[in-house]
């Protein structure tokens, strides 16, 4: 008799922990300073908010709709507020173009499952977000590199994808403050990735987890802005757009959207009703309630933290790492990105640095989809105040050092 494991969907082969868990796992070494975690200081949740939604939600005259199911698409007047800020930004569209999912990850689960067939190519950035690689495997794509940089775009497709017949079904990426890079792409970059999705027929994932978290610079118009620019509707657009309230608000409320066209919409609305029926019909209400109240002010705070924290970064780095390290200069999100002198290896410098020295990141080679990139490493500055930033990085620079 065969054991359950071999009874697994060939789709489960592709779904493996990554070793650097077992090395993060000494994360709670005393006195370990960690630059690993890419998540936001609790510090910062507007907790006494959200402790007056969730009881204003729980009232006796709310409870009828705050404990009980709701639409798929997801709670109305979040999905009107939504329209309302992305607006702002350049997208006009309406709540019938919006979706509310449990966080962005799961925009990115469904959006492998909308379009992806097995063999299919997707194109990414290498490196790009773990956590999207982590989805999209489960629907056994092939990946062919998508090179975002500055104000270049550019994809091995020609060779890769083309020749063999696969088809490309989308190009991934986060245009602003780049997971694990920190890096934007500027507004010709933008406009690359969009005649390159329109001669592929492709779709462009837009992910903008970051795109609130701007410390400095001019911002960048969204992709689905730049999008509907050329076209006059979003109706016409092949960018979907994901958001998320984790990185502002709170990630454990896993509260995210999609902005898209209307079939997209309604076809995701379809996978949502069969995976999980509808976000948490209490947590949208909260995050409405909040999010109306005091969102843009609260992000002012917390963009003001965390510039501080990359800046104290930013000066650390120039003034411990040695000659032939260079790292990104983000102007928002968490994560700076180094590339070590060739053959140093980034998972063997997290072991002595953990070992030695009590710091710890993320090492770059995780982030590649054809497992290169062994000499990069991510750095977050989100959970660290600027002393530890410097003591940290201090540290660091001495192990590299001596590496
Ligand atoms: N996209 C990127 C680039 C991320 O870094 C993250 C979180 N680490 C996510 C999406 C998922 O965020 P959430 O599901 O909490 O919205």
Aim: with cysteine; charged share 20%; aromatic share 8%.
């Amino acid at each position: 008799m065969s054991s359950l494991p071999e009874s697994f969907a060939s789709r489960a082969s592709r779904m493996t922990a990554s070793e650097i868990r077992e090395l993060l796992k000494l994360l709670d070494k005393p006195g370990l300073i960690s630059f690993a975690g890419g998540i936001p200081d609790p510090a910062l949740f507007p907790a006494q908010e959200f402790a007056d939604a969730f009881a204003r939600g729980l009232e006796p005259d709310q409870q009828a709709q705050s404990l009980q199911y709701s639409v798929s698409e997801g709670y109305l007047p979040l999905r009107e507020w939504i329209v309302g800020q992305i607006a702002k930004i350049g997208v006009p569209c309406d709540a019938d173009n919006v979706l509310i999912t449990s966080g962005s990850q799961q925009a990115l689960d469904y959006l492998g499952k909308l379009f992806l067939s097995p063999g299919d190519t997707a194109l990414v950035g290498y490196p790009t977000y773990l956590g999207a690689l982590a989805a999209f495997n489960a629907y056994e794509p092939r990946y062919d590199q998508l090179s975002v940089s500055g104000n270049r775009t550019a994809a091995s497709y020609a060779e890769g994808a083309g020749a063999d017949g696969s088809e490309v079904k989308f190009a991934y990426l986060s245009a602003d403050f780049a997971n694990p890079t920190g890096e934007t792409l500027g507004q010709q970059g933008r406009e690359n990735l969009l005649a390159l999705s329109e001669e592929l027929g492709c779709a462009v994932i837009e992910d903008a987890a970051y795109q609130s978290l701007r410390y400095d610079g001019d911002p960048v118009q969204p992709v689905l802005a730049t999008e509907i620019a050329r076209k006059g509707s979003i109706e016409e657009c092949r960018t979907i757009y994901c958001g998320s309230f984790s990185k502002t608000l709170s990630p454990g409320l896993r509260v995210g959207w999609v902005v898209a066209a209307k079939p997209v919409i309604s076809q995701m609305v379809l996978i949502k009703q069969a995976a999980d029926l509808h976000t948490p019909s209490l947590n949208q209400i909260a995050v409405h309630d909040v999010a109306s109240r005091i969102f843009d002010s609260h992000v002012e705070t917390v963009r003001s933290a965390y510039r501080q924290r990359r800046d104290a970064m930013l000066a650390a780095l120039s003034e411990h790492m040695p000659e032939g390290v260079s790292w990104t200069r983000p102007e928002g999100g968490m994560f700076v990105w180094l590339t070590l002198p060739s053959g140093l290896n980034g998972a063997a410098l997290l072991a002595k640095s953990i070992e030695t020295v009590g710091v710890a990141f993320v090492p770059g080679g995780a982030f590649y989809a054809d497992e290169s990139g062994a000499n990069t490493i991510r750095l977050s500055f989100s959970l660290s105040d600027a002393d530890e930033i410097n003591e940290g990085i201090r540290r660091l620079g001495h192990v590299v050092r001596t590496c």
